[in-house]
Every structure is written in C-alpha cells, then in structure tokens.
C-alpha cells in the first residue's frame, strides 16, 4: 500500500496535534482527524485533511490511530469508548503520543488487544516548534515488530526510538519533562538571586551557556522566551505539572524516592495556583522573578 493510501486517524489537534497531522499531509498520508474545537477540525481541513464529527467516525478504517491528548484521563475516555474499540480496523495500531501514565498505559494496551489492534506508546520531546520542523524526538514503547511497523509513519514527524516494552515511552517522557522541569526551576531561581544582586540576566545566560550550569533552560528556554518577555513556548504549564506528577507518581508506584522532584512538583504547583490557567511553562521564570 503507498503512503497516499494509508488513512491514519487523529485524535487531539490541539498545539503539537495541528503540527504533527499537517507532516503527515505533507508526507502524503490521508489523514481524518477529530478534535472537540470546530476551529482545529477546520484548521486540518483547511491544511488538505478531512475532519471527523467524531473519534468513533475518525478511527473507523484507519491503518493507524494516533492520539495527541492532553492527559491519560482523556485517553482513557477515548480507549475505553465501546465505539472506538469497536471501530478500530482488525491489526491497526493505535499510537498515544500523548504524555500519559505508563501504568495506565499497560492496562490500555490490554483493552486494545482485545479489539484486535495494538497500542504502541510513543510521547515526543521538541515541542511545537520541533513539531513543525519534523524534527520531534520519538520515544517508543511497545513490541519490537510493532514499533518497527510505525517507523514510516513517525518519520516526516521525527526521529523514532524503541525504548522497552509498552509504557516504557510514557515513563521516559515523564522522567524527562520532571527533569526539564527541574532546570527550568532552578535555573529561574538562580538569574532571580543573580537579578536581585544586580547582574545583567542575558549576560548571566551566555555565562551559564559556556560553563558548567548549561542546560535546556539556558539555552533555549531563557534566550528565546524569558529574556524577550515573550513566554510563549506553546506548552502550558500545567501540562509539565501533570507530567511531572506522573514521574513522581511512577517512582512512588515502584518504590523509588524523588525527593527532589516532589519538591519540584509543590513549588510548580504554588506557580500553576498563581499564574492560573493558559500560562506558559516558561512564565515559572516571571513568578520566581516575583517572589
């Protein structure tokens, strides 16, 4: 079957899901997706794909199901929908790229199983802006054959990496995002001490990006969104929160201490209370800054 065959559905075209589904037109696929928001339906069509009225409706005689949703709770509403499982082509695989929890994510793939089709994890790290570039890192939980069957599919997204068994993808997405998160903070506390002393924040960057204290926050996060006031990097805040308890909610499921990220996650949670909803994760930054 050629690309301009394969009919993928897609769940969830919100931020990263507008990106991720226009790569897939771009690359030929014949892409139905399904979003509650009229404006993202229209903004796919209007990108060449068609929009569903429904998941139930997208899913039905698609190859391959991809979910980009906002939390496991929403993917489970929409695998656990009698309609959804009923509609999923026999030996389709059906791919949450979504940040989800990995024991959640287990208990998913069963239920799948059961309608015939196959769940592979796969979360990505990038952002918006590597959604649009393609240039996405991919991280694939799943059975080898599986994950290897997805692989054309999550090239014109980015780069595709089998990291274990399924919810290994989900628990490596988290882990980073907690630790991303962790920089971000400390970071964002360490140019406010610098500030309050009386140092130039972009000097104090530039330094840090040549010297030990180099990290993402650094690099990419303070130069292209804090420093410039802008504090749109297109991933809210609250999403990193909730990827963060996930990390911590997996090591406190298999025993593992993370006092630090717990930490992390109370002082986040205090910025989320703060800020309110639709603030950008880097706007942590701007709260410190305040305190």
Not at 21 to 48: C, K, N
Request: aromatic fraction near 4%; hydrophobic fraction near 45%; charge should be negative.
């Amino acid at each position: 079957m050629s690309t301009s065959q394969k009919r993928v559905a897609f769940v969830g075209l919100g931020n990263m899901g507008a990106q991720m589904s226009i790569r897939l037109l771009d690359a030929g696929y014949d892409v139905v997706g399904f979003d509650p928001a009229d404006t993202a339906r229209a903004a796919l069509v209007a990108a060449g794909g068609t929009s569903a009225a429904s998941a139930p409706e997208a899913v039905r005689g698609a190859d391959h199901v991809i979910l980009m949703l906002p939390s496991s709770r929403v993917v489970e509403a929409v695998l656990g929908d009698d309609a959804v499982l009923t509609a999923l082509t026999p030996g389709a695989i059906v791919v949450d790229m979504s940040s989800s929890e990995p024991l959640s994510t287990v208990e998913l793939a069963k239920a799948v199983e059961k309608a015939g089709a196959v769940l592979v994890d796969a979360p990505v790290s990038g952002g918006v802006a590597g959604a649009q570039a393609g240039k996405l890192t991919i991280m694939a939980g799943g059975g080898e054959e599986s994950v290897a069957a997805i692989a054309d599919l999550m090239a014109p997204m980015g780069v595709l990496t089998r990291v274990g068994d399924t919810g290994a993808g989900h628990a490596l997405k988290s882990i980073n995002n907690l630790m991303a998160a962790v920089g971000l903070l400390v970071t964002s506390e360490g140019v406010a001490i610098g500030r309050r002393f009386g140092l130039d924040q972009e000097l104090m960057v530039s330094m840090l990006n040549s010297s030990s204290g180099q990290n993402a926050a650094t690099d990419v996060k303070f130069p292209r969104f804090v420093i410039p006031e802008t504090y749109n990097s297109g991933f809210r805040l609250e999403l990193m929160l909730k990827d963060m308890r996930i990390a911590t909610g997996l090591a406190s499921a298999i025993g593992v201490p993370s006092p630090l990220g717990e930490r992390a996650v109370e002082v986040w949670a205090h910025a989320d209370k703060d800020l309110g909803p639709g603030a950008d994760q880097t706007e942590i930054a701007k709260w410190t800054y305040a305190q």
